[in-house]
């Protein structure tokens, strides 16, 4: 049985074809692989430094054109092409709540490769507001039972692993931390990836591997340290102002449950509400509640260093 022929040759023994992008009065015509988009010069060079230089150099007679606009060839996947159009010429697409993770890539690689400097920002802002720099911010991101909730990139299976990749290959490293601790939760997830509704397995490269691992031993070890989130299972005691018959056995039988069954809950909230907590009496809840926010801040202040990350402030996003 021959095996199929790879991408790239059965991209270049396909025919040219034109895209949905083709306006009859277009002066350039851009073709990415084997897909033709028709549009104006002006259109480009207004939003892209490097599309303003090009229009400016002078063109060789033998300029290969189409329909007498030439022709400028893209190294680029034809998808991306699309998506970057899209944006410039269709006003809604940049104004929707949520976008596909493919969309925001496309905007990342071509913006970033072409200069196309409002498109680039834009997605980039999409990326951080997903993984912050602020704990407050990353709290809004979370359901009522802690898990993430994307709100403007669309969610699928899989979606943080393919983040994790995007930004650490151009340079968002600002939003690797609150995604590498996502991906941290569990180990099986780390290692196998998760599968995505078309049966591909999102995965992490070798690299973010060693981080999520390394990380996740680090925080599961200083999460029940004094002054860290879990710390006061172990350095809490009542004070004079309690008022309950239960508050020691409930803070023993918490601990003794972290212990039979560890678990990465280095940002985990103390829910005063909650049934468990409240079997603590109410001074108790507020003085447990304290040490909680103080040692979540502390873990978020010093979460990039869990994964071999610099400092919050040295985390830059410049491209």
């Not at 680029?76 to 697409?93: G, Q």
């Not at 909730?149 to 931390?177: C, H, W």
């Amino acid at each position: 049985m021959t095996s199929p022929a790879p991408k790239r040759q059965r991209i270049e023994d396909a025919p040219i074809t034109r895209s949905n992008i083709w306006y009859d009065d277009g002066s350039v015509v851009l073709r990415a692989e084997k897909t033709e988009f028709r549009v104006h010069w002006g259109v480009l060079a207004q939003h892209s430094t490097f599309f303003h230089g090009l229009r400016g150099l002078p063109q060789p007679p033998d300029q290969p054109s189409v329909d007498g606009c030439p022709l400028v060839e893209l190294q680029d996947d034809a998808v991306d092409v699309e998506f970057l159009l899209k944006a410039l010429y269709t006003p809604t697409f940049l104004s929707q709540a949520a976008l596909p993770l493919v969309a925001v890539g496309a905007l990342i690689r071509l913006g970033r490769k072409y200069d196309f400097r409002d498109l680039l920002d834009s997605a980039i802002v999409r990326l951080t507001f997903e993984n912050p720099r602020t704990l407050e911010e990353y709290d809004t991101l979370a359901t009522s039972a802690g898990a993430y909730k994307p709100t403007r990139i669309l969610p699928y299976q899989g979606l943080t692993f393919d983040i994790i990749s995007l930004v650490r290959e151009n340079g968002i490293l600002s939003a690797l931390p609150s995604a590498y601790y996502r991906v941290a939760q569990t180990i099986p997830l780390i290692i196998d990836g998760m599968q995505r509704a078309d049966g591909s397995v999102a995965s992490l490269a070798p690299v973010d591997l060693r981080r999520c691992l390394l990380g996740r031993e680090k925080l599961t070890h200083v999460q029940m340290q004094k002054g860290y989130a879990l710390g006061w299972y172990r350095s809490w005691c009542p004070g004079n102002n309690c008022t309950g018959s239960h508050c020691v056995t409930t803070r023993d039988a918490r601990l003794q449950g972290y212990l039979d069954r560890p678990q990465l809950k280095a940002l985990g909230l103390f829910i005063p509400t909650s049934i468990i907590n409240n079997r603590f009496c109410d001074a108790c809840k507020q003085g447990i509640e304290l040490l909680g926010i103080a040692g979540r801040t502390r873990t978020w202040d010093e979460l990039p260093s869990f994964f071999d990350l610099p400092p919050w402030s040295e985390l830059k996003d410049g491209l």
